[in-house]
């Protein structure tokens, strides 16, 4: 069964670093992997999604990559601030015939400190 | 607007009581799903729908029914056969063959 982890849970960091947040998948055999934030009792907000033929994708200061040889994939925050603290999931997507179902890994909480 | 619309936010639910949580979406998609949230954790599929009258099990589908008889709408139900419902619950959708998906703002169920 195919398993998604994020590492670290939980990451605190001074305004206006730059930072990088993991995800490891196991089977390699995805369709694509999207990243999504959460603020605290909402639901998630897509940020990226990026098509297994795909390395990376760019949108503002997000930028996330995708090795699938490791199962791995990062997602590079510029320049932070405050306003993206929030929960980062990673999920991957594999095509059953029956369309794209997500496997989610556990998050990883951000805060940014001003 | 195009999007998710999930009701109520919030739901109370006495012990052995069945409840209904509302899914609506406006974006023309054929694939509609629900997932659990609980506290730390990621989130876990109970039922998805690729096409109207049609719906299949996902993970944690034990306790849990749902209907698909309009596109539009994906109404779950939380049943008494379901030892453990207090969670966060996520309703999302994407176009059919895997493109982005989108959540709608989420039910929070307590048990009480």
């Known amino acids: 069964k195919q398993e998604v982890t994020q590492i670290p849970a939980a990451l605190s960091v001074p305004e206006g670093e730059n930072l990088v947040l993991n995800c490891s998948f196991t089977?390699?055999?995805?369709?694509?992997l999207q990243w999504f934030r959460q603020d605290p009792g909402k639901g998630l907000t897509s940020l990226l999604l990026?098509?297994?033929?795909?390395r990376e994708q760019t949108s503002g200061r997000l930028n996330a990559s995708l090795d699938k040889s490791s199962g791995r994939s990062t997602l590079y925050i510029a320049a932070s601030q405050p306003g993206d603290s929030a929960t980062y999931l990673c999920?991957?997507?594999?095509?059953?015939?029956?369309?794209?179902?997500?496997?989610f890994g556990g998050g990883t909480r951000l805060m940014v400190k001003p | 607007d195009g999007g998710i619309t999930q009701s109520p936010k919030y739901l109370f639910r006495k012990e052995g009581q069945n409840v209904t949580l509302s899914c609506e979406q406006n974006?023309?998609?054929?694939?509609m799903y629900w997932y659990r949230q609980d506290p730390g954790q990621g989130l876990r599929l109970i039922y998805y729908?690729?096409?109207?009258?049609?719906?299949q099990k996902g993970d944690i589908a034990e306790g849990y029914s749902v209907s698909r008889e309009k596109k539009e709408s994906f109404p779950l139900t939380v049943t008494s056969a379901q030892k453990n419902p207090t969670a966060f619950y996520l309703c999302?959708?994407?176009?059919?063959?895997?493109?982005?998906?989108?959540f709608g703002q989420g039910t929070r169920l307590t048990v009480v």
């Open positions: 999302a959708s994407s176009i059919r063959g895997g493109e982005r998906a989108f």
């Open positions: 089977d390699s055999a995805i369709y694509n």
């Open positions: 990026i098509q297994s033929s795909q």
């Open positions: 999920a991957d997507g594999k095509d059953n015939n029956a369309g794209n179902m997500l496997t």
């Open positions: 974006l023309n998609h054929d694939a």
């Open positions: 729908s690729q096409i109207v009258n049609d719906f």
